[in-house]
């Protein structure tokens, strides 16, 4: 516990001490599995033993592991919310101005003031029932983009390149092994007792792995 | 081991549910004594709140159908540990076709057609063939297509409970794959047998007015009812210590997102119906809910609109609210509400179309003053109360009694462990 490594933060570690002549600076420590049930007990320990900036890496999705991690709902059905209520926004907009029959206060801009009441089929200006589908559509379309979208950003995606792609073993994870991957800027994190720690836990392979040189 | 099993299977106690059955009984026998004497005294309105009732149970119990052929046809599994609920509201077909007679005998005092004579109207000459009335009653073809309907359903029901209740004793996997084989065959069946249902004795009502998504619509409401059934069920055997360590919060969550799903998908079919309507425009059409939103019976509409749909959704829209049994029960209990009033906002309205008809003459003399029907209004009758304690209360006892006869959840179906440990 005395080393010094370990006192300094992540930061500092990334910036200073691990960056060498022929690698990049230290992106974390992976450690190989060889079946599910062993991934699944070590992401357990691991959970438990506090670490947030990790993750888990397996060629097929293991029931279960968002609790074996300690992962909380996820935030992206609030993207979807806020894309549904964009889509009646727009959609409300976009039908109301160009078909209703209006006056705007003086106050509210030029633009908005187009006043092109549309007959159609005979129907009430700005009627709700053909405005409806209108409604239900776009407000459809906006949740799968903002939901794509969201999905994309908070996975960092796209990338050209990850780190753990530097370490050959890794190229197993979708054939026929399972990879704890613990990152460097995790507060938990120490160059020394991690990949023990992960051992421990019956990990076949533990290796520093680096990212691309600057 | 079958030594063990026989021991511990779980049953249904009607000792330890205190008065319910003798309430279920009781509500049931007051009821439909009360419905008999309405039937003496004012046959009309005794047959509309009859067909009402028995409607209500009608659509429970074939939704309760559907959710088991589901079950099989897609190989789930999950739903093993609640399905012996889903087969024992089904199984109850056999007495829904005893029930149905008092339909069958009243059905001229409600459907129009039936008492028309032949060529006085050329928009009922055309659906002769379809509905075959003009005698005091309809012909051959009309109830046939009855009696096959509640043959299919009363078939498939008692099957499905026989077969599962076979399973409990041997553990036979076999079963399973011949319950799974059947449902493939029995869907096409039960989708006719629904939607045709729905066409002669809801649609034929108003023997002018046809929509083709009628069947689909009907179907809507039963398939989210008979899931808010099986929630309440399930919830309160759970809650009475019977699926202790078989059902947990995670059926719950499933079986909220299927009642959040068929909310929706209610409201979509129900939407388009009256959306297609409304844009083409069909005086045949538009009629029926140019009825319905006359005088008060629009604000039946409006409900509707807000309760069956708008309310639910609501309720339904987060994650921990399909998880907490508490909250998913009153939501429960909004969309039973809600499918009774939307089947009394089909039915009733009739009655009182059909008697401005008779005092007018014709629809165009019954319109003629103010564009519609001025003696529209909502008239919930005591007969009304009768018809659905009796046909409600008659079915709950029948169902308390036929939970006591096996175990409680498929305690051999081969899926149940991963039932038990399901996970969402």
């Not at chain 2, 309205?349 to 319109?367: D, F, R, T």
Request: with cysteine; glycine share 6%.
């Amino acid at each position: 516990m005395g080393d010094t490594d370990t006192r300094k933060s992540p930061k500092q570690r990334r910036d200073t001490d691990t960056m060498t002549e022929t690698q990049g600076r230290l992106f974390g420590v992976g450690a190989e599995f060889s079946s599910a049930s062993q991934v699944y007990a070590a992401a357990e320990k691991c959970r438990d033993h506090g670490f947030k900036r990790w993750d888990v890496h397996t060629p097929f999705p293991v029931h279960g592991m968002d609790d074996a991690m300690g992962l909380g709902p996820s935030r992206l059905s609030f993207f979807s919310l806020m894309g549904a209520c964009t889509g009646v926004t727009v959609a409300f907009l976009l039908i109301f101005l160009t078909t209703a029959d209006y006056k705007l206060p003086d106050w509210v801009p030029m633009w908005l003031h187009q006043n092109y009441p549309l007959i159609v089929n005979g129907k009430p200006f700005f009627a709700f029932e053909p405005s409806i589908p209108i409604f239900f559509e776009l407000a459809i379309l906006c949740t799968a983009l903002f939901t794509i979208g969201a999905l994309l950003a908070m996975n960092m995606l796209p990338r050209w390149n990850h780190p753990c792609f530097n370490w050959d073993r890794f190229a197993k994870v979708t054939d026929d092994k399972f990879f704890i991957v613990i990152e460097a800027c995790d507060p938990k994190f120490s160059e020394l007792e991690t990949p023990d720690f992960l051992k421990s836990l019956g990990a076949g392979a533990v290796e520093m792995i680096h990212e691309d040189k600057e | 081991m079958s030594e063990t099993s026989h021991k511990t299977i779980p049953k249904f106690d009607p000792a330890k549910a205190g008065n319910l059955p003798k309430l279920f009984l009781g509500a049931g026998a007051l009821g439909l004594l009360g419905t008999l004497a309405g039937f003496a005294v004012a046959p009309k309105q005794a047959a509309f709140s009859y067909l009402w009732a028995f409607v209500y149970a009608f659509t429970l119990c074939a939704g309760s159908l559907f959710w088991v052929l589901l079950h099989h046809a897609v190989d789930a599994d999950w739903t093993v540990v609640v399905r012996r609920f889903l087969e024992k509201v089904a199984g109850l077909f056999p007495y829904l076709a005893l029930l149905f007679l008092p339909v069958v005998f009243s059905a001229p005092m409600i459907y129009e057609w039936m008492t028309v004579d032949p060529g006085t109207d050329v928009l009922l000459d055309h659906k002769a063939v379809f509905l075959d009335g003009g005698r005091n009653g309809a012909g051959f073809f009309y109830y046939g297509r009855a009696f096959f309907y509640f043959a299919f359903f009363m078939g498939a029901a008692t099957l499905y409970k026989k077969f599962s209740v076979a399973q409990d004793a041997d553990g036979n996997p076999h079963l399973t794959n011949k319950m799974r084989h059947m449902a493939y065959g029995m869907i096409p069946f039960f989708a006719a047998s629904i939607t045709f249902f729905a066409f002669d004795y809801l649609m034929a009502l108003d023997y002018h007015w046809f929509s083709t998504m009628w069947g689909v619509y009907i179907f809507a409401g039963s398939a989210q009812s008979s899931m808010a059934l099986l929630i309440v069920i399930s919830n309160a055997c759970r809650r009475a210590g019977y699926l202790d360590g078989v059902m947990s919060v995670e059926h719950n969550h499933i079986m909220g997102k299927l009642l959040f799903a068929f909310t929706v998908f209610w409201a979509y079919i129900t939407f388009s119906q009256y959306f297609l309507i409304y844009y083409a425009n069909i005086p045949e059409e538009t009629w029926f809910f140019h009825h319905r939103n006359t005088n008060s019976w629009q604000w039946l509409s409006a409900v509707l609109v807000f309760g069956h749909f708008l309310l639910p959704f609501c309720l339904l829209i987060t994650q921990p609210a399909k998880r907490d049994g508490r909250r998913l029960f009153w939501a429960c209990g909004v969309v039973l509400t809600m499918h009774l009033l939307d089947l009394y906002w089909i039915i009733m309205p009739q009655k009182q179309i059909n008697e401005a008809l008779h005092a007018a003459g014709s629809l165009q003399a019954a319109v003629a003053k103010t564009g519609s029907i001025e003696s529209l209004h909502l008239a919930p009758h005591i007969l009304d109360l009768c018809s659905l304690l009796g046909v409600v209360g008659i079915m709950g006892w029948l169902f308390l009694k036929s939970l006591a006869q096996d175990a409680i959840y498929p305690v051999r179906d081969p899926r149940l462990p991963n039932s038990i440990n399901l996970k969402n």
